[in-house]
């Protein structure tokens, strides 16, 4: 299974995408017009651990909401990500067994090793 869920207007999303190139194995999720589904965030969860890794603290409504002035649990962080799609960390690549979340460098190089490795094999 090859899942990406991404934001279709996200520039930061559009570049990584470039980079990584995605072959037509994936099956790509704009989470705007596609809601993550409970049973698809509880899976990326057990994945990677708990919601919050999951969850977008740079989101404009984090600061708007005073969420920043607030101590969330496991069960906010999943409700707020199920309640509005911009709390979902992004991009999130799915392969197999692996999951690579977010947009930090080392994630991506990670994720570009990763995806590599599959093509030779």
């Known amino acids: 299974m090859k899942k990406v869920y991404y934001l279709r207007n996200c520039n930061t999303c559009k570049r ?3 980079e990584v190139n995605p ?3 994936f099956e790509m999720i704009d989470i705007k017009t596609e809601n993550i589904t409970e049973p698809e965030l509880d899976k990326l969860a057990e994945m990677t ?3 919050e890794s999951l969850f ?4 404009r409504k984090y600061r708007e909401l005073g969420l920043n002035q607030k101590s969330l649990n496991e069960d906010d962080f999943r409700s707020l990500i199920l309640e509005d799609y911009t709390f979902l960390r992004r991009p999130v690549f799915l392969i197999d067994d692996k999951i690579f979340v977010g947009n930090k460098k080392d ?3 990670q994720l570009v090793v990763f995806i590599d490795q599959i093509r030779r094999n």
């Open 49 to 51: 651990g708990n919601y």
């Open 56 to 59: 977008n603290k740079q989101a």
């Open 23 to 25: 072959d037509d194995d």
């Open 16 to 18: 990584i995408l470039k």
């Open 107 to 109: 994630t991506i190089n």
